[in-house]
């Protein structure tokens, strides 16, 4: 009944934990094709997804990227080699709760004004620092709402975005996904499942989460990110927004097909 969804999983040194991603998708109802993106590893994380890809050769395709060139490099790469119209994006050191692919697919189904599906992130072994903050549900909805490792996306939307920014400021500090993740809920409608399966989000020393947590429940700047920096991200969403709204009134001028224009000097 519901469509069948593409999951991406950028993996880069993830040799411990992908067995465990990929065991959670292929037990996923609505999958469709599982892509494995080998962001230049440097252990046997490409190894590894090519044994499982061997195992399920009609399910699993790996692609290996030639350099490191950052996780948005890679799910963007992931996205294009899709031809799926839904696509997800899933990190390579979480996992799905069983049926968290049937509840974007049919979010998508019976919304079909959705562009943008964002699952549970449901957190495993958080530090009680973080846990037991009077604040905590609060700074996490955060998480939720800026994470890439949480989403499904109508394919043709997460395009016309441009991808995953891929800007040289994000590989040195991070945010790419909150920087999309804030356009989105600007130009779509964005469906939040927080209350069905979604994703579990294993928690580690130096994860992404620690720092968006330490800004929300105590206040702690980002360490070595200038308010030029900040300026430049705010920017990248600005765009993307910018470039989203030009498409749409393209796609909903009423001329369609050729029409002859003639262009004056006094209009240029």
């Known amino acids: 009944m519901f ?13 411990r934990t ?10 996923q109802v609505c999958l469709g094709k599982l892509w494995l993106i080998d962001d ?8 590894l997804a090519k044994q499982w890809a061997a195992r399920y050769p009609e399910q699993i395709f790996v692609e290996a990227m030639p350099h490191n060139g950052g996780v948005a490099k890679a799910r963007n790469w992931g996205a294009l ?11 390579a050191d979480d996992a ?22 964002r699952l549970a992130l449901k957190p495993i072994d958080l530090p009680a620092c973080y846990a037991e903050q009077p604040n905590f549900e609060f700074a996490w909805q955060h998480m939720r709402m ?3 490792g949480n989403t499904v996306f109508r394919r043709a939307f997460l395009l016309a975005c441009g991808g995953f920014p891929q800007n040289d400021l994000f590989r040195q ?5 909150g920087a999309l993740g804030i356009a989105t809920t600007k130009i779509a409608k964005v469906a939040t499942l927080f209350g069905e399966p979604g994703v579990l989000h294993y928690c580690r020393a130096g994860m992404h989460a620690e720092r968006l947590l330490n800004a929300v429940l105590f206040q702690q700047p980002v360490e070595g990110v200038t308010a030029r920096e900040m300026a430049q991200a705010e920017e990248v969403t600005d765009k993307i927004c910018r470039q989203v709204e030009a498409l749409k009134c393209a796609l909903n001028s009423p001329q369609i097909g050729i029409c002859p224009l003639e262009i004056t000097r006094s209009e240029i």
């Open 173 to 177: 500090l991070g945010g790419e996904d």
């Open 146 to 148: 800026t994470c890439g």
């Open 81 to 91: 080699q899709s031809d799926n119209e839904f696509i997800a994006f899933l990190d």
């Open 18 to 27: 992908l067995s465990r991603a990929v065991q959670s998708v292929i037990g």
């Open 3 to 15: 469509a069948k969804i593409d999951v991406i999983i950028p993996c880069y040194n993830a040799e």
């Open 96 to 117: 799905y709760e069983t049926g968290a692919l049937e509840t974007a697919a049919a979010t998508f189904y019976f919304q079909p004004d959705t562009a943008l599906v």
């Open 40 to 47: 230049a590893s440097t252990d046997n994380t490409l190894a």
